[in-house]
Nanobody, 121 residues
Framework: QVQLVESGGGLVQPGGSLRLSCVAS????????VGWYRQAPGKQRELVAT???????NSADSVKGRFTVSRDKAKNTVFLQMNSLKPEDTAVYYC???????????????WGQGTQVTVSS
C-alpha cells in the first residue's frame, strides 16, 4: 500500500505563490505517473498537472504557464509550484500517484488526503 501525504497549502493573496509537496511512503513500490488534482466547492475533481516517470507533463489549460509539477524520485516526493495565483484556483488539492509493488505489474491509483489552497485578499 502507498500512502501520500500533502503539505504546503494555505491562504495566499491573488498574485502570490505557494509550493505544495507530497511524500509517498509505504512498502517497496515502483511509482509511475504522479501529479495533482483539485476540487472546488460544488465542482468535480479536475486535473491540474501530471508528470510521467519519463518526464512528460500534462496540465490543465487554466494553469499553463503558472503551475509547474516536478518530482524528486530519490525522496519519493512530488511538488506543485503555483505562481500568479487567482481566486479561481481556490480548491482542495489532491496528490496522485500510480504505483505497483516492486517486481509486479499490479498498478493502482493512490490519493492523498488533500490540502486546502485559498486565494483571497
Amino acid at each position: 500500500q502507498v500512502q501520500l501525504v500533502e503539505s504546503g497549502g494555505g491562504l495566499v493573496q491573488p498574485g502570490g505563490s505557494l509550493r505544495l509537496s507530497c511524500v509517498a511512503s509505504g512498502s517497496s513500490f515502483n511509482i509511475g505517473t504522479v501529479g495533482w488534482y483539485r476540487q472546488a466547492p460544488g465542482k468535480q475533481r479536475e486535473l491540474v498537472a501530471t508528470l510521467t516517470s519519463g518526464g512528460d507533463t500534462n496540465s490543465a489549460d487554466s494553469v499553463k504557464g503558472r503551475f509547474t509539477v516536478s518530482r524528486d524520485k530519490a525522496k519519493n516526493t512530488v511538488f506543485l509550484q503555483m505562481n500568479s495565483l487567482k481566486p479561481e484556483d481556490t480548491a482542495v488539492y489532491y496528490c496522485y500517484a500510480r504505483a505497483t509493488p516492486w517486481g509486479t505489474f499490479r498498478w493502482g491509483d493512490y490519493w492523498g488526503q488533500g490540502t486546502q489552497v485559498t486565494v483571497s485578499s
